[in-house]
């Protein structure tokens, strides 16, 4: 048998639904569907080992800057179209939200440093253990990419330092996540090291949502886009130096007269409005978007993070009726056609990806 290569994200979406995991790692199928959108987590967090390998800030921001061109150009290549306008104004916003959220992080977390970099952000791959075996096993292999090992300064502890972007921060649910629990597991077993504690820095997602603001409209005529306007004076500068095609005339509004009641009405904020909100909010208050926890894990959770593990690579091999459990299918890239019906029609709207775990380095045993 050959070795089998598992990951987190793998063994989470197993244990979540058996079903949508047959589609996306048995049958290795992803959609063909273009989501235009940065992953502002992977950006910040490049730029967090950006500085962290060098020390520098401005290293930090290049780092990002230039993984969100890399993401841009694989979005072409990929799909062998050009971004339209809209795609593109997405993808500067979330470079732009990445770099606030670096900043905040640069901000807030960097004076609190009080250690050293022991071991640098870097994939691992270990093999299972069976539960109470002391043997490694040699069908199963855990595989993964951890951030940075760090050092207290004045006990030398080992440390992992998790940097994470949430849209929430649940503190009760990070003494039970089962990533890190993982991780750990992995560390110990790759370096010898007692690493039990971990430095969580959580940077939370805005939750501002597009608002409605007033505003003023000057309708144009047919067939023509009406001019909006934002403040009451770039309504009467314009008024004043009204163009040929406009039906109104200067002296049907006397100085004086609050004529901006005319063209007043409510209307969703630009994108370009929102995105200025969003920026300056994140600036405005940086250490309510950076938040730091510092957990110690028992070993006992540790060693059963990595029993449960093997247990669930071993599950993947036995034959199953995969169904679906209902409770994962908002998040599921096959609930409307896939889990309804296999059918050649619906296969079709995906294709098969040459890699199992695409996000990893080339591997031996990748792709069984």
Known sequence: MATRIVTHSEASCFTGCRLEWYFKYDQRLTTKTRSVALNVGVLVHEGVYGFYSTGSKEHAYE?????????RTKLVKNHGEAL?????????FGEKLAQALLWAYLEVFVPMDNFELALPEEPFLISMLPPGGKRASSKYKYAGRTDMIVRMRGTGRPVLLENKTKGIIDEEALYRDDQVLRYLHAKQR?????????????????????????????DLGPDKTPLCFTRKTDLKNYLKDESPSMSFKKEDYPEGEDY????????????DEYHGRVLDDVRSRPEHYARQFYITYPQSE???????????ASDMHKPSIYRCPGVRCMMCNFKSDLCIEDSPQNRAKYYVRPKLHPELP??????T
Request: charged share 30%.
């Open 302 to 312: 540790i060693d059963r993070a990595g029993e449960r593990l093997h247990h669930i």
């Open 84 to 92: 339209t306008d809209e795609e593109m104004k997405k993808l500067v």
């Open 362 to 367: 080339a591997m031996p045993g990748e792709g």
């Open 260 to 271: 901006s009641t005319k063209y007043l009405f409510d209307r969703e904020e630009t994108l």
């Open 63 to 71: 780092s990002l800057a230039g993984l969100a061109g890399e993401m």
């Open 190 to 218: 790759e370096t010898g090291w007692e690493i039990n504690d971990v430095i969580w820095r959580i940077l939370l997602r805005p939750q501002l949502r597009i608002s409605k603001v007033k505003g003023y409209m000057v």
